[in-house]
């Protein structure tokens, strides 16, 4: 088989996946007959067509024969694919990430870039949002019907080349579609440009974030906080310190302390007037025969927020932080698993393993957990008020959502070798907190009610439970189920 093809047609950081749109396009095949031309002798011997996606892949293109790819791209495009890739993954070589991470499973592609057959591995890169060429925000799903596009080479979401199933065209070409496929591929984006150079030196500096909620913009923010120098390094005497009870005491303490610190600051930033509406809400206290008053938002927010945090199963029963039990190295329960992440990365990021840099690792955790507990207070904001009045609190997988909402933006830059005096940076994107307070309404407010509040019983299941040991009267009987039903409105 001949195909129509010229080496210049594929630019500069360009990804397989306009490639073969383009090697359709020019010689009028599908995809799936691509696949069958180029690829190794397992896909050759495949009778159906019915390629599974790991065939189909286009980030180590393991369906194709790299011989075969050469012989009619003139390229290896394997081998380009993995110089591109390594390129881009360069300042972050030492994390150990699924690539998915990095490139995702659904194509991202530039509007423009696109018109003229170009796909870049740049767009790809899950750290870019906007095209590095044009500056403009990257598309995800077909603008006609909002569809994804598999980064695959299959025909599960596209129709011809270029053109979703649904009809609309990425691109139009008209009758000499190839006379705009070799392009001059230049970065207008600074920070793009920066990641990229700074791939090229070796140096030692290593970022601390989370891919996921990161963008390539904010690696090159003026750093807003600087840490003091940190000095107390010893040599670990065993290489395992951090599976040890020393070691794992000082993180639940140090954990303990942060904890505590930001929940000052919330209870003087946002509670202060509150504490009693917190007693009234926690205790279930309420007039006899009454309903129980409305609940107070901020006591709401705040509440839950420590309720899940800690991990505790009631609201209604003290939140007070105990010792260390087995198995627990956090006070924050909810978080652990992400502060264990941080953990992990921190540790084989550095020869921490074998400098016992403490003073540095626990300043790290500590930022770290701070802005978490922080934000995650702010999503409790966020649904204080609906909550309060419709007596309602979300359910896990909303916990979750919050949650995942809260991951800090915050990258810290340290340096690999902790022996070293050094001195981290952070840069932190600006977080939009939209939150109106002045829609919180607290309705204890007004004196009376503060003063009625000490005539108010508490209700708390055990209390009522304890009525009805001592007087199994129906009317104690009613008073239970009534408990239990509002108790239940506000079980997560
Ligand atoms: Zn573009
Ligand atoms: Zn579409
Ligand atoms: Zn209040």
Redesign the pocket.
């Known amino acids: 088989m001949f195909i129509v093809w010229r080496k210049e047609w594929i630019n500069e950081y360009e990804s397989p996946w306009s490639v073969f749109e383009k090697v359709s396009l020019a010689n009028h095949i599908s995809r799936t007959e691509i696949l069958k031309t180029l690829g190794n002798d397992e896909v050759k011997k495949i009778r159906n067509n019915l390629f599974t996606n790991n065939r189909r892949e286009l980030i180590e293109l393991r369906g194709f024969d790299s011989n075969i790819l050469k012989q009619y791209l003139g390229e290896d495009l394997s081998i380009l694919n993995k110089s591109v890739i390594s390129t881009i993954l360069k300042p972050v070589k030492y994390y150990q990430e699924p690539i998915r991470t990095w490139f995702p499973q659904s194509l991202y592609w530039c509007p423009e870039c696109i018109k003229r057959g170009y796909h870049s591995w740049l767009h790809q890169f899950s750290l870019v949002h906007s095209c590095p060429i044009h500056q403009i925000e990257l598309l995800s799903s ?6 994804p596009i598999p980064f695959l080479l299959s025909d599960c979401a596209l129709n011809e080349p270029f053109t ?5 065209k990425l691109a139009d070409f008209g009758s000499t579609p190839w006379s705009q496929w070799k392009m001059k591929i230049e970065i207008a984006d600074a920070s793009v440009f920066k990641w990229i150079e700074q791939g090229k030196r070796d140096d030692s500096n290593r970022f601390l974030f989370t891919p996921q909620v990161s963008s390539i913009q904010h690696f090159t923010l003026e750093p807003r906080v600087k840490s003091k120098y940190f000095f107390n390094v010893k040599v670990a005497l065993r290489q395992d310190y951090l599976y040890r009870d020393e070691f794992k005491n000082d993180l639940y303490n140090e954990n303990s302390r942060c904890f505590k610190a930001i929940d000052q600051y919330i209870r003087k930033k946002f509670i202060k007037k509150h504490l009693k509406c917190i007693l009234m809400l926690q205790e279930l206290r309420k007039n006899e025969n009454e309903e129980f008053p409305p609940i107070c938002p901020y006591a709401y927010a705040y509440v839950f927020w420590k309720q899940t945090l800690l991990g505790r199963e009631h609201f209604y029963n003290n939140l007070v932080i105990s010792r260390r039990r087995p198995g627990i190295t956090v006070v924050t329960e909810l978080i652990e698993s992400i502060i264990d992440d941080y953990k992990t990365k921190l540790f084989a990021h550095t020869n921490l393993s074998i400098y016992d840099n403490r003073e540095m690792f626990n300043w790290v955790l500590n930022r770290v957990t701070s802005e978490l507990c922080l934000n995650y207070f702010y999503e409790w904001l966020k649904i204080a008020v609906e909550g309060a009045e419709q007596i309602s609190v979300p359910n896990r997988d909303k916990i979750d959502i919050m949650l995942q909402n809260s991951i800090p933006r915050a990258i810290l830059k340290h340096n690999s070798d902790v022996r070293h005096n050094q001195r981290i940076e952070i840069m932190l994107p600006s977080v939009a907190r939209t939150i109106n307070l002045n829609e919180f309404k607290c309705p204890l407010s007004t004196k009376t009610m503060k003063k009625l509040l000490f005539k108010m019983n508490t209700f708390k299941p055990l209390s009522v439970a304890m009525r009805i040991y001592e007087n199994s009267s129906d009317e104690n009987k009613r008073i239970e189920s009534y408990v239990n039903q509002y108790v239940a409105k506000l079980r997560i």
């Not at 077909?142 to 569809?147: A, D």
């Not at 979703?164 to 609309?168: L, M, Q, S, T, V």
């Open positions: 077909c603008p006609k019907c909002l569809n979703c199933k649904c009809g609309f």
